[in-house]
């Protein structure tokens, strides 16, 4: 069996191109390494071998008549299963979803397939994308492959760790408060949340229609960038896609940074505890060192982002959900009446955590409440966009930590929401705001575990981005 865990996209197409293997080969390794090694993190839900040798074999044929091989020509790709995929279950972490099979391909799905990868599988996830700590999936915690003791973090927990584990050379996730960010900081990976609009929604089962984004995962940073570039631009099948031209990230990254203006934001650096903070630190100065002029800026806001997110956030879960009602795709609760139906469907159907969510996006929007909570929430999500906008007034990205801690052990937090939310309180602004932003693997906590590196750029310039996070990624592989 080849090493599948080894592998990139430039060494698979250069492998490919050589025939030192074969589509095949890569395909039927790739599923059995993901089977064998999917007990100890419960990373798949969903397995598509028929998919993947489908896709395999179209690679082979290009291979063979002297083709040129489109950009991820072979790549095993991993889709949280939140993403659709016509003909292979779609749970989203969820039992109300048990036997869902979509009709229809996500348009990021069909975009990577259309440029070579192969579907492994389907990722597991916290049920319907609610959860920082993947704990929250009906079909049991994803644990970390960096940590088995501890959650790889949520709601794309299961993309990350098959990342991580290697069984898959990229996938795709989706963040809407740092589910991208925060799990690829958990388990030592690069994940990356594009611009609002920069990726086509079509497929993504909406949490948070004006907060959702699909992003890569993959273990450095060129291979992010490439996915990235192949499923970006306007779709019209999405009306918030972006017309904004998709920049050749290859190049663009591959630019020093020196002379580049780097903000460092007062609020997410007072009270960090040295455990993250030192690691950060250490990042910040390798950056200084490669030529970057680092300054300390002020996002003021931030500190309304967590009880903002949480008011805005939930209250679109409660419109999005209410379509699971047992009349249509979903499963059904039969009772004496149609009451009874809705409500015993919707009981068994959802987890705990999605039913607290419906319950308070509910309330804010019910009457008397909307303007006090829903209305002021969207006028301080107002404020804390003009925060970043002034902000990149000054400079030309901005640096700051994923999260307050490492990854937290399996079990640690499930009793106290409110600390579990918290875990996301460095991460909210970006979707609150729409800019790109990412995690880079930047360093081990005392303990041993991986700690990453939020970057923030400008809207639309994840070139900018990319640049940095590549150019702090080669000199800590120097």
Same mark, same amino acid.
């Given at each position: 069996?080849?090493?599948? @865990? ?6 698979? *197409?250069?492998?490919?191109?050589? +025939? ?8 039927? &390794? ?13 990373? #798949? ?35 949280? &299963? ?14 109300? /979803? ?96 594009? %611009?609002?609009? *920069? ?12 907060? &959702? ?41 591959? !630019? ?11 609020? =997410? ?19 200084? +060192? ?13 500190? =309304? ?9 939930? @209250?679109? @879960? ?14 059904? $609760? ?25 319950? /308070?996006? %509910? ?5 008397? #409440? =909307?303007?006090?909570?829903?209305? +002021? ?31 937290? $052990? ?43 590196? !939020?970057?923030?750029? *400008?809207?639309?310039?994840? @070139? ?15």
């Amino acid at each position: 069996m080849m090493d599948v @865990a080894g592998l990139t996209i430039s060494s698979i *197409r250069a492998g490919l191109k050589a +025939k030192k293997f074969s589509a095949k080969e890569i395909a039927t &390794d790739a599923l059995a390494f993901a089977h064998s090694e999917n007990p100890k993190t419960n990373a #798949y839900l969903t397995f598509a071998p028929e998919r993947a040798l489908q896709a395999a074999a179209k690679i082979d044929e290009a291979v063979a008549a002297g083709a040129e091989l489109p950009t991820l020509a072979g790549v095993p790709l991993g889709v949280k &299963d939140v993403i659709v995929t016509r003909g292979i279950r779609t749970t989203c972490g969820s039992r109300m /979803l048990d036997k869902y099979v979509p009709p229809y391909d996500a348009t990021a799905v069909t975009r990577l397939e259309e440029a070579g990868a192969m579907i492994v599988g389907k990722l597991n996830c916290d049920e319907f994308a609610m959860g920082s700590s993947n704990e929250n999936s009906a079909y049991g915690p994803v644990r970390n492959p960096r940590a088995l003791d501890r959650v790889p973090g949520g709601s794309s927990g299961g993309s990350a760790a098959a990342v991580a584990q290697g069984t898959a050379v990229v996938a795709l996730g989706s963040d809407t408060g740092g589910s991208i960010r925060q799990p690829a900081s958990f388990c030592g990976v690069v994940g990356v949340t594009p %611009t609002y609009g *920069r990726v086509s929604r079509y497929g993504l089962v909406a949490f948070a229609s004006s907060l &959702d984004h699909i992003g890569p995962f993959a273990r450095n940073v060129e291979d992010a960038a490439t996915v990235l570039k192949a499923m970006a631009g306007r779709d019209q099948m999405d009306s918030t896609s972006a017309f904004a031209p998709v920049a050749d990230y290859d190049v663009a990254m591959k !630019q020093p940074v020196k002379g580049l203006k780097i903000g460092l934001p007062k609020e =997410y650096f007072d009270g960090l505890n040295a455990e993250t903070g030192d690691v950060i630190h250490t990042a910040v100065d390798e950056l200084r +060192k490669r030529g970057c002029e680092v300054h300390d800026i002020s996002l003021p806001n931030t500190k =309304y982002a967590l009880s903002c997110y949480y008011i805005i956030a939930t @209250a679109e @879960a409660s419109s999005n959900l209410a379509r699971y009602d047992g009349v249509r795709y979903t499963i059904r $609760k039969h009772g004496d009446t149609l009451a009874e139906m809705y409500r015993d469907t919707r009981g068994a159907g959802f987890g705990a955590e999605v039913k607290r969510r419906i319950m /308070l996006g %509910t309330y804010v929007l019910s009457a008397g #409440y =909307y303007d006090a909570f829903y209305r +002021k929430a969207q006028q301080v999500r107002t404020l804390i966009a003009k925060d970043f906008s002034e902000a990149f007034k000054q400079v030309d990205a901005i640096l700051a930590p994923v999260s307050p801690f490492p990854a937290f $052990k399996i079990g640690e937090k499930m009793d106290d929401p409110l600390a579990m939310y918290l875990s996301d309180v460095y991460t909210l602004t970006g979707d609150l705001s729409g800019v790109p932003c990412m995690s880079v693997p930047c360093g081990l906590s005392p303990e041993g575990l991986p700690v990453g590196l !939020q970057i923030f750029a *400008r809207h639309f310039e994840e @070139a900018t981005m990319f640049r940095v996070a590549y150019n702090y990624e080669q000199a800590t592989l120097a």
